[in-house]
């Protein structure tokens, strides 16, 4: 897709770093993403995918660093995933099926890629982790590498929701999510709620250091422009708690051909992580054969903001191996 298409904007530079641009890129399918990119296009790839309720603008430390041309002069995408931000924020539930949301990675990754040529990797947290794991599954062909942070593997995810009464406890917070009033309710007094699920899951007792005032108004600027789209991802899958009304994870199979990844992958764990605790990591070997595996101690869920320049230096090891 040319640049035509695009409306390219340069935002959030550093002084004396690399420009940030930020763009709508329109898909052959009719979905439209809104993404933040840096490096120049025709280098090898690596695209970032952020969780709820996050946005693209979590990586930009990530598109600074390995756009310059002494970390490999990557072209770095982060796309605000469909309902997140300014990207096509389909009404329907189905919409937010994971074929759905695989599709739109695979049409950007085309748009962003000389003909032929795969990912050099996917990165991804939380939700795009999700996306991500079923991107590396069916579409292998497309990265050479899969990394990913804090965003459990749906074979291990799976087994915990049935199994293991503390994920089921962690995991409560779907069920709110899920409910119709969710995001009338996470709005009300300036995203109160919100912020709580930054604080919730901190390291007791220790401030946010990073949640600076203009960090918090990003995240104002993208919850401002729609929280259904975001909450409709815990609506569209089954992957939640068991409840006597709602079967949910306890009514799933995953046959074992859709868990698995042959690339080699990369996890990085923030082992402080209270809604997806580490039991997550144990049996991972048996779906990923080439698997690098980073545990955090003293990081949370929040990793990538807590930690970023250590993913850096993880992730740019991983890419030259």
């Not at 690596?46 to 430390?61: K, M, N, S, T, Y």
């Not at 996306?131 to 069916?138: G, L, Y």
């Not at 709110?176 to 995001?183: H, T, W």
């Amino acid at each position: 897709m040319g640049p035509s298409a695009d409306n390219h904007t340069a935002c959030g530079a550093p002084p004396h770093g690399p420009m940030i641009e930020t763009f709508q890129r329109p898909l052959p399918h009719g979905v439209t993403l809104s993404c933040r990119a840096s490096g120049a296009p025709g280098r090898p790839v690596l695209v970032f995918l952020h969780g709820f309720p996050e946005g693209a603008f979590i990586w930009d430390a990530f598109l600074e660093h390995f756009s310059q041309p002494e970390n490999g002069g990557y072209r770095c995408v982060a796309p605000n995933l469909r309902g997140f931000e300014r990207s096509t924020a389909p009404q329907e539930l189905e919409a937010y099926r994971p074929k759905h949301l695989v599709q739109d990675i695979a049409a950007l990754v085309a748009s962003e890629t000389q003909e032929g040529q795969p990912l050099a990797c996917l990165v991804a947290h939380d939700w795009g982790g999700a996306v991500a794991w079923n991107f590396a599954n069916q579409l292998a062909h497309l990265t050479e590498k899969l990394t990913i942070i804090n965003s459990p593997h749906p074979g291990t995810f799976l087994r915990e929701l049935k199994g293991n009464p503390r994920q089921q406890a962690s995991s409560a917070y779907m069920n709110f999510l899920i409910q119709p009033d969710a995001e009338a309710l996470l709005t009300r007094n300036d995203f109160e709620r919100l912020w709580a699920f930054f604080s919730d899951m901190a390291v007791a007792g220790q401030p946010l250091a990073w949640m600076t005032e203009a960090v918090k108004n990003q995240y104002r600027e993208v919850w401002s422009a729609g929280l259904r789209g975001g909450c409709n991802y815990y609506r569209a899958s089954p992957l939640r708690p068991p409840r006597p009304q709602d079967p949910a994870a306890a009514a799933i199979n995953i046959p074992e051909n859709m868990l698995t990844v042959a690339i080699p992958t990369m996890v990085v764990w923030g082992m402080g992580d209270t809604a997806l605790p580490p039991e997550l990591l144990d049996g991972l070997a048996h779906y990923i054969p080439q698997l690098r595996l980073h545990k955090v101690d003293g990081a949370t869920h929040w990793i990538v903001h807590e930690q970023p320049q250590l993913l850096i230096s993880y992730l740019q090891a991983f890419l030259q191996t």
